[in-house]
Structure formats: structure tokens, C-alpha cells
């Protein structure tokens, strides 16, 4: 089978759409390794070890423009338009748009299959520029009735997608993410000491991965570090800074917590591993997200974590989480001292590791195949075979 993807954020991105982009590029070259898989990417430029052990692989094949098609402005229509007619060129199989969108032009041939992994420009549309809110609208809508398949990364999403675009549920797969290898590695005290000088941080912390905006809801975990000015656990947030980034360290100054946040924004992805494993407690206040990758993340390295009702936590983090309002600071107190017991805190732990057996890359790449074979004719299809059975 050769399959085509579409890989700019694989080759781009370092946070959600990205991290899913090279798990599933990975996952289906080492798990199905016979078939041949094209990236389409409109850069490729960036090195980093997370792009070379997804995108690298002898199975796979990089498509870049060329020609004028290498400008700035042309690389954006070459992937919104002009990538389809390299699908023919490619003679392809399968062409999976795996962020939100597939191309204008489409090859007859091939069928085409959409991941779509939120709606939030529908829900919180004040937090996007109004006219890039109607595109967001117009080109998903688009995709979603042009594809042959659509996959929601979670039933939340699923959901949206019927509410929102009116989108056909028996056209709508639910294939969650997958955490990525790094977080299955042991840490070795010599790792965390070399972490504990890298970024003057110590042991035993809260913890918070993510970019640092007003959705990701640190305020929340702020407000309960001025009720408990007593706690010896100061907070780590990671994650790319924007504009408020302002309002938290105004909050910070007013309430005097200038010595219990630390803020990193440069963390290398290799170290988020020993970071996690350091934390006392995972912290996750997000109002919505599609999906909430770091609250697998924190349970595969053995740390408890505490998230928030709706949106797609509970699916996330099954019993393997506490919960409570993403605006109820005493909720996420009484959650954090329930984990200074340790018996309860291994028993959060042990349930986080039963529940991350569901986002195992070699089950996630084997339902994508399965989604593969069906969207084909059944005289195309040429079962795979997955690496160890």
C-alpha cells in the first residue's frame, strides 16, 4: 500500500498537532514496515531528533515543492492546492490529511481520510482572529465532506463535528492519540541530576506542560498556591509563553509567589521524561482540549495527575485522574493534599499506568490500518502484516 500524509506539522510543529503528526508517521513505518509512506511537506529544513526518528525511516519518502514552489507564500497554496496533483504523480493509495485539512485538489484515484482534532475556533471564538475563525470553518467543513473518512481524535471531537458541521456520525471514526516512546524510557538518577542543574528546578513539584495561555488555565493552579502559601512544592510550568504570559506574572507579584513558580520555555523534548518523573503531581486545569496528550504523557512516567470535567479529560485520563471545576481553586486543593498520602498517591499512579495501555502505538497504528483497508475497494486491499505477530 503506499500512503501519502500530509507532514507539515510533523516537520513544524513541537507541541499537539505535531507531536500526533510524528507519532502516527512512526508508528505505522515501524509497525507496518512493507508499505511505502510519502510526506508531504512544504519545509523540512528543521533538525531535531524527534523529526529524524519519525520522518527518517527507510520506508518513507519526503516531498517538498520545488521550483517557485519553495517560496513563502506559494509552499502555503502548494499545500493547500497544488499537493493534490503530486498525489497522482504518486500514484497513491491513501492521501491522510492528519491536521484538520486535506488538499483542494484531489486524484480520483486516491481515497482520503481527515484527523480532526478540535473545534475550539467554534467554541471559544474569541480567542482567534475573526476572519481566521471563518477559513478554521470553511476549510474543515470542506474537508470533512470531501474526505472519504473522517477520524476524531477523541468522542468529544466527534461530537463537535455532528453539533457544529453536521458531519454524518456513521462517516466518524474515533482513533485516540498516542504517547510517543520517549515517556516509556527509565530514568536514571543521573539523568535527574543533571536535569536539577540544567534548569535550577529540585525535586518534588507541581506541574504543568503546556503553552501558557488563557485556555490552559494556570491561573487556576496560581489562585490555589496563594490559599496555600504553606505548601513546600513550588510550580514548574513549561510551555510557550504568549501574551499571557503578562497577566500570570502580574497575578504572581500581586500575591507574592515570586518564589514559587518557575517558568521554563525552552525545555528540550528529550527532557520532559525526567521532568515528569520528578513532579510530585501532573497539573492539567485546561478548559477544553481536543484531547489532553500530557495527561498520557505524566501517567506513563508514573506520575499522579489532576485535570478538569468535560471536554475530553475523562476519556484522556480515565480512572487513572482526579478531577474537579476548571474554576474551583478549593476543588484542586483538596485534590493536591489527597495526593500528600502516599498509599493514595501509588494507588493514582498504578491506575494510570492500567490506563495508558489503551494509547499503545502498536493498537492505535493497527486501528489506522484497519481504517485504511476498509476505505479501499476490497480488490486494492493487501493486508499488512504488524511487526511481531
Request: charged share 25%.
Amino acid at each position: 500500500m503506499k500512503i501519502g500524509f500530509d507532514a507539515k506539522r510533523a516537520y513544524k510543529n513541537f507541541t499537539g498537532l505535531g507531536n500526533y503528526s510524528r507519532f502516527i508517521l512512526k508508528s505505522l513505518s515501524q509497525n507496518f514496515p512493507k508499505n511505502d509512506y510519502l510526506l508531504y511537506t512544504p519545509e523540512n529544513s528543521k533538525k531535531a531528533v524527534e523529526i529524524t526518528q519519525a520522518c527518517n525511516n527507510l520506508n518513507q519518502e519526503t516531498i517538498t515543492p520545488e521550483d517557485v514552489w519553495k517560496l513563502p507564500v506559494m509552499s502555503s497554496i502548494w499545500r493547500s492546492v497544488y499537493q493534490g496533483v503530486k498525489h497522482s504523480d504518486s500514484h497513491l493509495d491513501i492521501f491522510h490529511g492528519l491536521s484538520n485539512e486535506i488538499p483542494l485538489i484531489k486524484n480520483k484515484s486516491t481515497k482520503y481520510i481527515v484527523s480532526v482534532h478540535d473545534l475550539i475556533f467554534c467554541r471559544f471564538p474569541e480567542l482567534f482572529n475573526p476572519i481566521d475563525v471563518q477559513i478554521y470553518k470553511l476549510k474543515m467543513a470542506r474537508s470533512c465532506r470531501e474526505a472519504d473518512q473522517v477520524i476524531a481524535i477523541s468522542e468529544q471531537t466527534k461530537r463537535d463535528l455532528i453539533d457544529y458541521f453536521q458531519i454524518d456520525p456513521a462517516k466518524i471514526r474515533v482513533v485516540y492519540q498516542g504517547v510517543n516512546e520517549i515517556f516509556k524510557q527509565e530514568v536514571s538518577i543521573d539523568q535527574v541530576q543533571q536535569i536539577k542543574k540544567k534548569y535550577g528546578i529540585s525535586e518534588r513539584f507541581l506541574l504543568f506542560v503546556s503553552t501558557i495561555e488563557k485556555r490552559k488555565n494556570v491561573q487556576l493552579i496560581l489562585k490555589a498556591l496563594k490559599e496555600r502559601q504553606n505548601w513546600d512544592m513550588p510550580l514548574v510550568v513549561i510551555g510557550r509563553p504568549t501574551a499571557y504570559l503578562k497577566e500570570l506574572y502580574a497575578y504572581i507579584e500581586e500575591h507574592r509567589l515570586q518564589n514559587k513558580v518557575i517558568f521554563l520555555h525552552n525545555v528540550a523534548f528529550e527532557d520532559l521524561p525526567t521532568i515528569y518523573k520528578m513532579a510530585h503531581v501532573f497539573i492539567y486545569p485546561s478548559y477544553f482540549e481536543g484531547f489532553g496528550i500530557p495527561i498520557i504523557e505524566a501517567q506513563q512516567m508514573g506520575i499522579p495527575v489532576i485535570t478538569t470535567k468535560g471536554s475530553a479529560f475523562q476519556e484522556a485520563g480515565g480512572q487513572g485522574a482526579l478531577y474537579g471545576n476548571p474554576d474551583d481553586a478549593e476543588a484542586l486543593i483538596e485534590n493536591i493534599e489527597l495526593l500528600s498520602d502516599e498509599t493514595h498517591r501509588q494507588t493514582m499512579i498504578e491506575k494510570g499506568f492500567q490506563n495508558i495501555r489503551r494509547f499503545d502505538q502498536r493498537v492505535i497504528s493497527r486501528q489506522l490500518m484497519q481504517i485504511y483497508e476498509e476505505v479501499l475497494e476490497p480488490s486494492v486491499i493487501r493486508r499488512p502484516v504488524l511487526v511481531g505477530n
